[in-house]
């Protein structure tokens, strides 16, 4: 992570293809993630890598754009010249859906990078068409893959990179032998990636077997120096990704921060979320690249001016920023990595003051918080998210405080008319009381839809092998790391078009079997919407939006993989 002062490393420095520089700056991606600008330079001279990366790195990206990097126009044949292995489903689609998103400005207008997801689960029907027709890169789970080697569906003679993403869980899986078939069918000739979240001495061993002089990064590099640790209370909340707005607000609420920093990863994010924060009455403001030096002036003069007490912003934007009042710093997501938290919660705990620093993760992102936990040396406390019942005690602490003020400031005279009057008819305790319960009101609002406790989300864990889930039969078992509590679905068209949660709900309900009590939440910003249905109903939900037009627009729709990530 650079320091406020060195000057950063871009994605056009990194020397990719001006249309994956344009596609990162579309989704908001500010800069390299440490990961992303130490192996793409890498990749792109063909070396072979072992990368150690969790989830939320930015490994996908790290990898995914240099294979793009390599696709050519000419000679653009049916058999694909990249392979992905993932452990699950769920991961061989997100990194689909990236590697298509990164790559959607190759080849001209309207066409893009040919990316393939192959899974088991789905009739293979569509996935043999896909291949038919002819793909670029392939992304897969083994025991998938196999199957189409062995029906001669997928050839493998074209194959210039193959990569191992979240190897150590792939072999966990019980996918060893199936990953060095496949290796040993590729050709020899062939660069290897392999990215895997601990280095066990079966992953060495197959990485000493099948990468030819690999280069290994790590992105724990350096740990804090002891005198550089600031004076930081940690904690992390493990939250499933829907909740985290509503889980946020909540800890700010018991938190009462003097004023915050929410750090996002992209701009996209640190917007809506900002909106989000805005819509449910806390003062926050954007921060990010792509602000005006004007802009951005007026949003620190809101801030240090105490107008705003919530700054959103990205990495990048927040760089270099100081401001004294600040008493929280909030990882939104977990940090790409180590160094980039010791940066953040370095803005507070300052002069000996108290600051607190606040994770949410999601489950797949608890090893991430481990990882940094070793790297820093420092505790980071898992908290519970409050609950409905702690925000009640709090709010109630706040009007007892309140109170307790007024009676301590012992201006009250000008009110008595009022009690003298309602005593005659009711005893001073129930007036007491009565207007105990309106200041309470008056300073909380009445309970907001947001009052429903919010169901634990366990960290995932991935250290064992499952019972069961050893050899290709693992993939029929259901993916490890569905979310049970529904899938959010991207609209691409938003306030701008004209577009009401109405027209949303309209538009489900009248293409899909889904009626208006299965839609969640609905977020609709300037330019996109987010919609919150049903895991099982997700996939129906993007055909039918696909397939229909929404105030009369035709829109781009998907499901969402994160907040503001696109
Ligand atoms: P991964 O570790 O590949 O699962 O990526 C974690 C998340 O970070 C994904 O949501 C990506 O969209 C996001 N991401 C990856 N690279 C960047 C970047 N350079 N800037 C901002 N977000 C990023």
Redesign the pocket.
Known sequence: MPSADEPSTTFADLQLREELVRA?AT???????PI?REAIPLLLAGEDLLGQ?A????????FALPMLQGLEQRGRGSAPVCLVLAPTRELAM?VSE?THRYGRDLFGAGSGARVLPVYGGPPIGRQLRELERGVDIVVGTPGRVIDHIHRGTLKLDQLRTVVLDEADEMLDMGFAEDIEAILEAAPASRQTVLFSATIPSRIDKLARKYLRNPVRIEIQKETAPAGEAPKVRQSAYVVARPHKPTVLGRVLDVEAPEAAIVFC??REEVDSLTETLNGRGYRAEALHGGLSQEQRDKVMGRLRGRTADLLVATDVAARGLDVDHLTHVVNY?VP?APEAYVHRIGRVGRAGREGVAITLAEPREHRMLKTIERVTGSKITMEKVPTVADLQARRLELTRAALHEALIEDELDGFSVVLDALTDEYDVVQVALAAIKLAHEGSTGPAGEDEEDIPTAAPASSAAPRPGTAGRGGEARPPRRTRTDGARVFVGLGRAAGVRPQDLVGAITGETTLSGRDIGAIEISDRFALVEVPEAAADEVVAALRATQIKGRKATVRRD??PG?Q
């Open positions: 990162l989704l908001g991606y500010e800069e390299p993630t992303q990366a989830t939320g790195t930015g490994k996908t990206a790290a997100q990236a990863r992209t997501n790409s993989r994160g990530k």
